[in-house]
């Protein structure tokens, strides 16, 4: 669609807590759109078949709304813990390729955002709310890492958040954010 729809991303939710195989299939399906964007080595058992299809891939442009579109939806599971962060556990952040990091940077800023959704309504911050999506990769030493490093180096400069009056809140909030997780 043109524009993002959040609807989406309630059924999603309403499906992950319905039954646990649907967890496992929008993250195959995350995977699939990281190896559709050239991320060869993100998933399991479909990274052989993509290294053969690689050829194929890089000739594709996924278009930025589509980008833009995925980020939001799986920024929302994440933050409402209809999936977890440890989705990402095959992805090497440190050696992403543009468009990639573009969705990366479009889905921990939303992430953040949507994490004080409801703090926001009471008029303050929350940083336990992003502390503990961000803690549920704490186990997982590599992914830490590399959640760190991403943040650090690229979400920090906010320059993909949207245009606007808003613009300047967005990115305030989302530095506040990466310093709670780095604090974490």
């Given amino acids: 669609e043109k524009i993002h729809n959040p609807y989406y991303g309630l059924i999603a939710n309403r499906l992950c807590g319905h039954n646990h195989s649907f967890k496992i299939t929008f993250q195959y399906c995350l995977w699939d759109f990281l190896r559709e964007m050239g991320e060869t080595d993100v998933g399991g058992l479909e990274k052989v078949k993509s290294l053969e299809s690689l050829r194929v891939a890089d000739s594709l442009v996924v278009p930025l709304r589509r980008t833009v579109n995925l980020a939001k939806f799986y920024a929302w599971l994440v933050s409402e813990n209809a999936l977890s962060l440890v989705i ?56 830490a890492q590399g959640v760190l490093f991403f943040l650090h180096h690229f979400v920090r400069k906010g320059k993909f958040l949207s245009e606007g009056p808003e613009k300047d809140k967005e990115k305030e909030l989302v530095m506040w954010g990466c310093g709670i997780v780095k604090e974490s």
């Fill in 88 to 143: 990402l556990k095959s992805v090497n952040f440190t050696a992403l390729r543009p468009s990639s990091r573009l969705f990366f940077q479009l889905f921990f800023g939303h992430v953040i955002m949507n994490s004080q959704t409801r703090a926001q309504v009471a008029g303050r911050r929350n940083a336990q709310a992003v502390a503990d999506v961000f803690l549920k990769v704490a186990s997982i030493p590599t992914l």
